[in-house]
């Protein structure tokens, strides 16, 4: 069965610090894996996917994201936090089974900027 | 890209009453799916919306609960039949389209429901 795990459901970090929120997925093939941002009151909004090209994909507003197929890894991540980031994201694996294109999501990370 | 429009934005409901929610995309589009999002939740897919037939539900999802029509390519509705509390939620819809959209979906704004 295909799967996704967000491991931390909160994380904090300091305006200005690296960000870090973890994603690893179960896939008995190769999948697409996506970050998505929801915003407060606002809808889904796609941060970057990984389609089977680059292991390293860069994404809006500075977030990139390593494909790491022997860990079963996708972690986002971003240099340097703005107050603006402040969202909740969620982690998805897209399994390519029957063609129908399903998304499966975590759990969701909350994510919170310290000024 | 696509552009999804969901109408109403929200709304409040008494129990036992049914209410429509209408997904429309600027463009046609293959595919076309209904998720719901309980409060402090992840999204939970309801549904996948074929046009001309049936939709394909998941797991703990039934028709008579959520009927789902979709009567061409850039327009699909979701019933949330005989309301209770529990189903209070926001309901989004997406679409993606495997030509033009390769598996992506893109996400309509939501549907804020409340059960009294």
């Known amino acids: 069965a295909q799967s996704v795990t967000q491991l931390d459901s909160h994380v904090s970090v300091s305006e200005g610090t690296p960000v870090l929120l973890r994603c690893n997925y179960s896939?008995?093939?190769?999948?697409?894996l996506f970050w998505y941002v929801q915003h407060p009151n606002k809808g889904l909004q796609l941060l970057l996917k990984?389609?089977?090209?680059?292991?390293l994909v860069k994404g809006i507003n500075g977030f990139e994201a390593e494909f790491k197929k022997s860990e079963t890894s996708f972690h986002l991540t971003k240099p340097s936090a703005h107050m603006s980031d402040a969202a909740e994201y969620f982690c998805?694996?897209?399994?390519?089974?029957?063609?129908?294109?399903?998304?499966?999501f975590g759990t969701g990370t909350r994510l919170k900027v310290l000024a | 890209s696509a552009v999804i429009s969901q109408k109403p934005s929200r709304d409040i409901c008494q129990r036992g009453t049914s209410l429509t929610i209408q997904c429309q995309v600027d463009?046609?589009?293959?595919?076309m799916f209904w998720y719901r999002q309980q409060p402090g939740q992840s999204l939970t897919l309801i549904a996948t919306?074929?046009?001309?037939?049936?939709?394909?539900?998941e797991s703990g999802f039934v028709i008579d609960k959520f009927p789902i029509s979709r009567p061409n390519l850039t327009f699909s509705t979701l019933t949330v039949s005989n309301m209770s509390p529990e189903d209070s939620s926001i309901y989004l819809c997406?679409?993606?389209?495997?030509?033009?959209?390769?598996?992506?979906?893109?996400f309509g704004p939501g549907t804020r429901l409340t059960v009294l």
């Open positions: 997406s679409v993606s389209d495997r030509g033009r959209l390769s598996n992506e979906q893109f």
């Open positions: 896939s008995s093939y190769s999948p697409s």
């Open positions: 919306a074929n046009q001309g037939s049936e939709a394909t539900y």
């Open positions: 998805v694996v897209s399994p390519p089974t029957s063609g129908t294109y399903k998304y499966i």
């Open positions: 463009s046609q589009v293959t595919m």
């Open positions: 990984y389609t089977s090209a680059a292991t």
